[in-house]
T-cell receptor, first 115, second 113 residues
Framework: KAGVTQTPRYLIKTRGQQVTLSCSPI?????VSWYQQTPGQGLQFLFE???????NKGNFPGRFSGRQFSNSRSEMNVSTLELGDSALYLC??????????????FGEGSWLTVV | EDQVTQSPEALRLQEGESSSLNCSYT??????LFWYRQDPGKGPEFLFT???AGEEKEKERLKATLTKKESFLHITAPKPEDSATYLC??????????????FGKGTLLTVNP
């Protein structure tokens, strides 16, 4: 079956601009979460959505936002980009069915470079 | 606050030389402990989820075990294609913590032919 799909894979933005990243989860998965990965901090949780509702948010400034659509696809937005926002942004999806186990799958990520 | 510490940071092995990676964790209540493999420039690839102390899971040359404070990823007779960064993460039980993973910094494994 198709995995988690993220677009775009690579992008370069200028400081002060905004960016929108897209994620299509595995078919049937309703939980989508986002992570930022940098060499210094590793993988850090941004936020998680289930049925269009944000259930948890990480410790990131309000410039980072997200949403989920009725078809479970998700987008995240970063406004007023800073050089430190350069990172690999990863999307993950899961069934989030506790009784049948909990496997969380990641996409290949979107590489964002801010110049 | 949930914490995950992985050791060693880097490990270099000869092909066929078995070893173990360690993941120590602190969490209020464990919903699941996850192991992932990540190759350069790619997203993490799911390996295992462990749910309770004493649980073990195997996949090819990899075996993951779990205690109340740590998890081990045992690599038996590794091959060069096992070279990657191995990531450990915990998912806490209860409230919003149900819905996020807290990751360690990873162990960079290099297997020389």
């Amino acid at each position: 079956k198709a995995g988690v799909t993220q677009t775009p894979r690579y992008l370069i933005k200028t400081r002060g601009q905004q960016v929108t990243l897209s994620c299509s989860p595995i078919s049937g998965h309703r939980s989508v979460s986002w992570y930022q990965q940098t060499p210094g901090q590793g993988l850090q949780f941004l936020f998680e959505y289930f049925s269009e509702t944000q259930r948890n948010k990480g410790n990131f400034p309000g410039r980072f936002s997200g949403r989920q659509f009725s078809n479970s696809r998700s987008e995240m937005n970063v406004s007023t980009l800073e050089l430190g926002d350069s990172a690999l942004y990863l999307c993950a999806s899961s069934l989030d069915d506790f009784h049948s186990g909990n496997t969380i799958y990641f996409g290949e990520g979107s590489w964002l470079t801010v110049v | 606050e949930d914490q995950v510490t992985q050791s060693p940071e880097a490990l270099r092995l000869q092909e066929g030389e078995s070893s173990s990676l360690n993941c120590s964790y602190t969490v209020s209540g464990l919903r699941g402990l996850f192991w992932y493999r990540q190759d350069p420039g790619k997203g993490p690839e799911f390996l295992f989820t462990l749910y309770s102390a004493g649980e073990e899971k195997e996949k090819e040359r990899l075996k993951a075990t779990l205690t109340k404070k740590e998890s081990f990823l045992h690599i038996t007779a590794p091959k060069p294609e096992d070279s990657a960064t191995y990531l450990c993460a915990v998912q806490a039980a209860g409230g919003g913590s149900n819905y996020k993973l807290t990751f360690g910094k990873g162990t960079l494994l290099t297997v020389n032919p």
